[in-house]
């Protein structure tokens, strides 16, 4: 592995102006792809199968083959002043004039009138709406969205209060924007402290900025063809930018260490992808494995999010090899600090904090072990307490029109009209199906929990029924969970007595099914993938203990940063801090989305650390001093790795998107904790108390596995090339090692 890549890394630098112009082309190939590909629309996949809301979606959607449930809709509350209803002359006029000029719009399906429909609270005091579009929400037009404000300002000039819910004004998600660029400027700071040197702290951003412009004008191209969403293409960016940036942070420092050792440009480059490369290249396979196996959990939407974001990955780590060396060679001096451009450097470019740190760490390595467990441990405790849900318009800041249409509803007609149940009964087959279904509706009519049951409504066929029913509490509360198991647990005698069959969906019933499917998948997917880190690192560092260790490690920061989003997002510590205006439940998709990403970063880290350790103890090192020379060599890149991922994590906090928010805060979180608890400090911990031990290997196992070379051991022993000219250099220097 290290002498392919360092052959690699020196073509790369010897046809720098090939290399560079192959992904000038790439970038702007798919960059033109994006252009001219159609808006991503739905793929028509269901959003997780095998739960029985979604077959209960899947049944409405094929017996009532003329229902558009993806067509945009807004929900039009009124709220009369105090003292006075909405039914009083004056106000229902307004009313009734907002549903005359809407129902002429362009694309209006239809408008339900509150009067003749009943929507009015039962004091009088709030009424609701309802406008069907024939299209979906982002196909709206703006003068379709004007048209219903100026509507709605209308009304509002009449005293009445009028909020808007639904999606025809939501503000729909976007992708990119101030997120990367708050996080590019974070890390250009930390670059520049961190070399000293513009060009050094300019070239990691630069190809970052190439990667991600890859991805995701990929991401925009192929979103037709396979449904990928805007958050999709978010989460790509975040973590392509992350680790874009961190791959090309380390090629670039050990180039700059191999040219401080005496190497000459070209051969400096070939040792710097060859060794640094090599750790790359593992460390970017990791984060692809736990992404890619996310689509072993069965949620398509959760699939394309990982597929998406291990694609970036996958971009990112072919810049590291390829176009990073192209543009040393074009600037070979220039990435160079200042002290080696003049000659004054004759040793590495190490840092004595790094070793200082570890040698504190090699005093008291019990103390630091046990505090760093029992730190951590506290930390995971509000992870036992995980509550996982969809939050909607309840999630959102009571600036935003939606919020306080919900809290109107809730306010007017109870907690749980934001929430109904909607109930389809199959009676294919059935004698006397009307009397069937008038049977099911009145028990769960009866049901505790249940305020009221719309009338039925049978489809063309006769052979299929919709009714809804209005929960006592709201979308999110236990009381509604336990409400669904309730109903569905009357379905065997209901069956026996009617001969008909029900089953419970909506979004409400939805959100309680995925979450619980989700909920019941993370430990396996955990388990899964600290196998495979097991199984990874077992050849990587030809250990058995170290991938252990690590394995251990992961889960102790994963489980931190859980119970970190715990206390903030559900438990509501510090949220005000975050912009976070309501608490509640976990989204569902985040968990199990974050713990995937989590392992990715965190054998990120113990690559990059623990490869550096590993060469210096093969190399002749003991093991407490291979300890000391890896964080010698690599404790400042790691440091600066970190600290650049919370700044790009970071920068997704202030995100209007609820997920991206929550998964932004978890993993900045999370790369605290791995990089500065786990790698830095009780890795070299737990590293001491072993010794010599953390490398052992039986002799067998050690036969079986395949040999990847990942600390240079291949380099040392190779004969020393050529130096041929290079820009920049008067004259080539001669390498300090053979």
């Known amino acids: 592995m290290a002498t392919l890549l360092y052959r690699m890394g020196r073509t790369a630098f010897q046809r720098r102006w090939l290399v560079t112009l192959l992904w000038a082309v790439i970038l702007g190939a798919v960059g033109l792809g994006a252009a001219k590909a159609p808006a991503a629309g739905d793929d028509g996949t269901s959003f997780m199968p095998g739960i029985e809301a979604q ?17 945009a809709n807004a929900r039009i509350v009124f709220v009369a002043p105090d003292g006075q209803k909405v039914t009083a002359p004056g106000p229902r006029a307004a009313v009734d004039g907002l549903v005359e000029r809407v129902a002429t719009g362009s ?18 005091s709030t009424a609701y709406a309802t406008v069907n579009y024939e299209v979906k929400a982002g196909d709206l037009t703006d003068a379709e969205k004007n048209a219903l404000e100026r509507a709605v300002g209308e009304v509002r000039r009449s005293g009445l209060t009028v909020e808007v819910g639904g ?71 975040m973590l392509g930018l992350a680790v874009g940036i961190d791959y090309a942070l380390f090629v670039v420092s050990r180039y700059r260490e191999e040219r401080a050792n005496g190497h000459d440009p070209r051969e400096a480059t070939g040792l710097a992808v060859g060794t640094a490369g090599s750790a790359v290249v593992f460390a970017g396979l990791t984060v692809v494995i736990a992404l890619a196996g996310l689509s072993v959990v069965g949620v398509p939407m959760l699939t394309k999010m990982g597929l998406c974001a291990a694609g970036a990955v996958v971009v990112a780590v072919l810049i590291a090899l390829t176009l990073v060396p192209a543009l040393l060679g074009m600037w070979p001096q220039a990435v160079l600090s200042r002290r080696v451009r003049k000659g004054r450097a004759v040793t590495g470019e190490a840092g004595g904090g790094g070793s200082r740190w570890a040698r504190l760490v090699l005093r008291r390595p019990v103390t630091v072990l046990v505090t760093c467990v029992l730190g951590l441990g506290a930390l995971a405790l509000p992870a036992t307490h995980l509550e996982m849900g969809m939050p909607g318009a309840e999630s959102k800041p009571v600036s935003s029109t939606e919020r306080r249409a919900y809290d109107a509803l809730a306010e007017g007609f109870g907690a749980g009209f934001n929430g109904p149940l909607t109930i389809v ?33 049978f489809n063309e066929a006769g052979d299929t029924a919709l009714f809804s029913a209005v929960p006592a509490s709201g979308p999110n509360d236990e009381d509604t969970k336990d409400l669904v198991q309730t109903i569905r647990s009357q379905r065997p005698a209901l069956e026996r007595e009617t001969g008909a069959t029900f089953e419970v969906t909506g979004n409400t019933a939805m959100n309680i099914d995925v979450a619980r499917a989700l909920q019941d998948a993370l430990v396996p997917y955990l388990a ?61 998709l985040m968990p199990i989305f974050l713990v995937g990403i989590v392992f990715g970063l965190a054998m990120d880290y113990e690559v990059f650390l623990v490869a550096r350790m590993r060469e ?65 400090t009780l890795v070299p911990a737990v590293l001491a ?50």
């Open 616 to 680: 210096a103890y093969v190399h002749g090192d003991s093991a407490p001093q291979a300890v000391v020379t890896g964080f010698r060599h690599s404790a400042r890149v790691v440091v600066a790795a970190a600290v650049i991922m919370i700044a790009v994590f970071s920068g997704f906090v202030g995100a209007d998107e609820s997920m991206i928010k929550t998964i932004g805060f978890g993993l900045a979180v999370a790369v605290l904790f791995d990089a500065f608890v786990v790698r830095m």
């Open 167 to 237: 999606t025809a004004l939501a503000a729909q998600p976007a992708a990119g924007g101030s997120s990367e660029a708050v996080g590019i400027a974070l890390a250009a700071v930390v670059l520049l402290i961190t070399f000293g040197s513009l060009a050094a702290a300019g070239l990691p951003l630069l190809t970052a900025v190439v990667g991600i412009g890859v991805s995701t004008a990929a991401v925009l191209a192929l979103g037709s063809v396979f449904g990928l969403s805007l958050t999709t293409g978010t989460l790509a960016s």
């Open 425 to 457: 009964a199959d009676v294919r087959g059935v004698t006397g199906a009307e009397a069937a279904v008038k049977t099911i509706a009145r028990e769960i009519g009866a049901t505790r929990g249940v305020v009221s049951v719309s009338a039925t409504r």
């Open 107 to 124: 694309r209006v399906a239809g408008v339900v009138d509150p009067f003749t429909a009943g929507a009015v609270s039962k004091d009088g």
């Open 55 to 71: 077959r209960a979606f899947d049944l409405i959607g094929e017996r009532f083959p003329g229902a558009d449930a993806d067509g």
């Open 689 to 738: 108390l072993l010794g010599d031990r953390a490398w052992w290997l039986p002799g067998w196992l050690d036969r079986l596995l395949p040999r990847v070379d990942v600390e240079g051991v291949g380099l040392a022993r190779r004969p020393v090339p050529a130096a041929g000219p290079v820009p920049g250099e008067a004259a080539p220097q001669e390498p300090a090692r053979a």
């Open 528 to 588: 899964v993938i600290v196998v495979l880190a097991l199984l990874l690192l077992l050849v990587v560092f030809r250990s058995v203990l170290v991938p252990v260790k690590a394995a251990f490690g992961f889960l102790l920061s994963v489980l931190a940063s859980l119970g970190a989003v715990v206390a903030v997002f559900q438990w509501g510590w510090g949220a005000s801090l975050l912009g976070v205006e309501q608490t509640g439940p976990i989204m569902s």
